[in-house]
């Protein structure tokens, strides 16, 4: 074949010339175009080429003017067209490259020419012209021109795994569809396990084989996310899906995804290649079904009253067609051709007590596959037949389409826990409600998920049950609750205008006090000598709330009088103690020296211990020796033996280390006590026993006070014996570092992560933890 002239200007086609040049060496203008020969052939050449038997049935075309031929890459060997089969169209040529003295479609340059040498082919360009284009338009059937409108059509990503939606807006989601904002359309999408061919059924049911939507011969899934093409023709957005049962890590929200997809669909397509319809298909259905009606149908509503939506989008679910396809069995109802197989299909459903209430309709359309290809006709034929009822399911614009997907991807989303996941339903409740549960009866939220963020608190439609642990009793005041207000009150041991030591007068004498902010002071105690009734059958209303994670507990007994009493002794007392600490030390001192024996060294005299040295401190204890009377401290003279040589008669008194290793050497009679010294050392055992005796009633006051700090401590505290260290900077307790209680959370705390800020009942300052002091509100 020879080469195609020139163009007269910048490449464009203006005498189509012979391609042959078997007669004429390619200067005469082409007349004919044959399929067989390809190549354009002037009247000389094709005569003399079809002379003989073989070739006298090649057909042919007389070129027209304004003619472009076919491109001749797309052919076969033997002239068939080999997008035929993916296209169902003969393409036409868009350029003739002059070096290779071919004609090529626009896909074939791509394919052929993109890259290495032939991209510097010069080319020339096929420009057709009106005429042919209509003419061709005209002589095409109904099928054809089909088949032309869907030539174009390309698939997009809508949504990913992580449920994202990839499109921008409205207007880019308009734009990837490539229609008009203003047509009306209908949403059909498809389910099913992966590996079953879904892909490609939507490829032959709406595309006429065009791969549109993306197919692969590989194990791993070819379509993760869901994606996304506009037919022409039936006028649809066609939605492909990611298959069940394949292996992905976001199980939980790859499931949610494809019940965000049926949600918006008007016609679902079930796909399955199973020889014998499985549960699985019933159980995935009847749970999208329950999960629609719970979770769906009121959403879409407040969509559409959000949006401001002309057209509901939930009147009823979408209608559903079961595409089964059987290799070796027989479909479903054959055995039985009195039985149609929607019944069947619905017996199913009941006997595993799957109920698809929300689906408008149920369909099942079934091929038996003996030799590939699967005949899609009947499928097709089903599809339309649906499209064209709108009894249930009205066409809308792709904005509204856009807005319900966009709705249902902001409120059902986030991450769902594993251990609260059911398994066994493919659309359970933790996926679109709210995780949280009660601490006290243990049920859960019945909010939507995230249903935070928009300012509504927790609910539960059970009732909860009392416990003590958490106290979950709400008082409110009745006469405010019967003028149509609900005010919490809570019992307290003073009113809050009360100084505290009047409260505490006014506590022991009528008793608690409840107090509401609009009525005042509502009930005490004790009013009364006699007669006192209980609040509840008077002032208040009580109720039984839920108590939620991340919420204050409720802990409404604040009957902390014991508590601030023994408040108050303690500052008192510690104040006495330390102001009083030096002038106590000197007078005991004093006293002790003027009962002591003469051979006693004087206290003033005593700076360190006689032995070790060790220096005296203020709070550090000295000891006599009983034998030689020296000062020591308390591991220099903590044995004991008799000494009655000083006459401290038969009984073990105190006495030095080194007067205990030496207690055979007898004192020398000049060294014995005089009657004066007597009566002085009779002075001293006297006080000595009026010191234990105090040490004693002292010691005994010590042990029974922690008893009653415990008793007096509110029930929100952490009893003192549980606490070992600073809640916040986790330090040990010792004797140096003191614990505090913080009045707002009952934790323990040391001086430095403490201090003094009103909260909870006590409507004067007191010790309140940092991070109790940091919450917003009233504690």
């Known amino acids: 074949m020879s080469a195609h002239t020139q163009t007269a200007e910048k490449g464009q086609?203006?005498?189509?010339?012979?391609?042959?040049?078997?007669?004429?060496?390619?200067?005469?203008?082409?007349?004919?175009?044959?399929?067989?020969?390809?190549?354009?052939?002037?009247?000389?050449?094709?005569?003399?080429?079809?002379?003989?038997?073989?070739?006298?049935?090649?057909?042919?075309?007389?070129?027209?003017?304004?003619?472009?031929?076919?491109?001749?890459?797309?052919?076969?060997?033997?002239?068939?067209?080999?997008?035929?089969?993916?296209?169902?169209?003969?393409?036409?040529?868009?350029?003739?490259?002059?070096?290779?003295?071919?004609?090529?479609?626009?896909?074939?340059?791509?394919?052929?020419?993109?890259?290495?040498?032939?991209?510097?082919?010069?080319?020339?360009?096929?420009?057709?012209?009106?005429?042919?284009?209509?003419?061709?338009?005209?002589?095409?059937?109904?099928?054809?021109?089909?088949?032309?409108?869907?030539?174009?059509?390309?698939?997009?990503?809508?949504?990913?795994?992580?449920?994202?939606?990839?499109?921008?807006?409205?207007?880019?989601?308009?734009?990837?569809?490539?229609?008009?904002?203003d047509q009306h359309l209908k949403v059909v999408s498809i389910f099913g396990n992966t590996g079953d061919g879904k892909s490609h059924t939507l490829n032959h049911t709406f595309f006429y084989g065009r791969e549109v939507f993306k197919t692969s011969p590989a194990q791993e899934s070819c379509t993760v996310g869901v994606w996304a093409a506009y037919d022409p023709v039936c006028k649809v957005v066609v939605i492909d899906t990611e298959g069940l049962l394949g292996a992905t890590v976001n199980l939980s929200q790859r499931t949610r995804l494809l019940l965000k997809v049926l949600a918006i669909s008007d016609l679902v397509i079930y796909r399955t290649r199973a020889d014998r319809l499985h549960n699985d298909l019933f159980k995935f259905l009847g749970d999208a079904s329950e999960a629609y009606l719970k979770h769906f149908t009121k959403e879409l509503k407040a969509t559409t009253a959000r949006c401001g939506l002309d057209v509901p989008l939930s009147t009823l679910g979408p209608g559903v067609i079961i595409f089964h396809e059987t290799v070796y069995t027989k479909l479903l109802g054959s055995d039985h051709p009195s039985e149609v197989p929607e019944k069947l299909i619905q017996d199913r459903f009941r006997k595993l007590s799957c109920f698809p209430e929300a689906f408008s309709s149920i369909h099942y359309k079934g091929t038996r596959t003996y030799n590939p290809p699967t005949d899609f006709s009947g499928l097709r034929r089903a599809v339309e037949q649906q499209l064209e009822n709108n009894t249930t399911r009205s066409p809308r614009q792709p904005g509204v389409i856009y807005k319900a997907l966009k709705a249902l991807s902001d409120r059902f989303s986030g991450e769902i826990p594993d251990d609260q996941m059911a398994h066994s339903s493919f659309f359970p409740d933790e996926y679109f409600t709210c995780s949280s549960v009660c601490l006290s009866c243990g049920c859960g939220c019945k909010k939507s998920m995230n249903h935070a963020k928009e300012g509504v608190p927790h609910e539960s439609k059970s009732r909860c049950r009392y416990s003590h642990q958490y106290d979950n009793r709400v008082y409110t005041c009745k006469a405010c609750y019967e003028r149509g207000m609900e005010v919490s009150v809570v019992p307290k041991t003073s009113a809050s205008t009360d100084s505290p030591w009047l409260g505490l007068a006014k506590y022991a004498w009528s008793g608690y006090v409840i107090e509401c902010p609009n009525c005042g002071v509502v009930y005490r105690s004790r009013q009364y000598w006699f007669g006192n009734q209980d609040p509840v059958n008077t002032v208040v209303r009580t109720e039984i709330e839920h108590v939620w994670p991340g919420t204050d507990g409720f802990l409404k007994d604040n009957n902390n009088a014991a508590q601030r009493l023994l408040d108050g002794m303690n500052f008192m007392a510690q104040s006495v103690s330390e102001l009083s600490l030096g002038p106590t030390k000197a007078v005991t001192s004093w006293l002790t020296d003027q009962i002591a024996p003469a051979y006693w060294r004087p206290n003033s005299q005593i700076l360190s211990c006689n032995k070790c040295n060790t220096p005296f401190k203020d709070n550090d204890t000295k000891h006599h020796c009983r034998a030689c009377g020296e000062g020591f401290c308390d591991g220099c003279s903590s044995k004991t033996r008799p000494v009655p040589e000083r006459g401290w008669g038969p009984a073990p008194v105190r006495v030095c280390d080194t007067c205990y290793e030496n207690r055979g050497i007898q004192l020398d009679v000049a060294e014995l006590p005089s009657d004066e010294e007597g009566g002085t050392l009779i002075a001293r055992k006297v006080g000595e026993a009026v010191q234990n005796t105090l040490g004693a009633v002292v010691t005994a006051m010590d042990i029974p006070l922690g008893l009653v700090k415990d008793a007096a401590r509110p029930a929100y505290w952490v009893p003192d014996h549980e606490i070992l260290h600073c809640h916040n900077c986790r330090k040990e307790f010792s004797i140096k570092l003191s614990k505090h209680h913080c009045r707002a959370c009952g934790q323990g705390f040391c001086d430095e992560c403490s201090h003094v800020f009103p909260s909870r009942g006590w409507d004067h300052p007191v010790r309140v933890c940092f991070n109790c002091n940091k919450k917003p509100g009233d504690l």
């Not at 189509?16 to 020969?37: N, P, R």
């Open 13 to 181: 086609n203006t005498t189509l010339l012979c391609q042959e040049s078997y007669v004429c060496s390619g200067t005469d203008e082409a007349i004919f175009e044959c399929d067989e020969c390809r190549s354009l052939q002037c009247q000389r050449c094709e005569e003399e080429l079809h002379q003989p038997e073989r070739l006298r049935n090649h057909e042919r075309t007389r070129i027209r003017p304004g003619h472009v031929p076919y491109c001749d890459s797309c052919k076969g060997a033997n002239g068939n067209i080999m997008h035929a089969s993916m296209t169902g169209s003969r393409q036409i040529a868009a350029v003739r490259c002059q070096v290779c003295k071919i004609n090529l479609c626009v896909e074939c340059q791509k394919r052929t020419h993109a890259g290495g040498n032939r991209r510097k082919h010069p080319v020339t360009v096929y420009h057709a012209g009106k005429a042919q284009e209509q003419e061709e338009e005209e002589g095409m059937d109904e099928e054809t021109k089909r088949r032309k409108m869907t030539e174009k059509v390309v698939s997009f990503l809508l949504v990913d795994e992580t449920e994202e939606i990839q499109v921008r807006n409205e207007e880019d989601f308009i734009k990837k569809l490539d229609c008009s904002p």
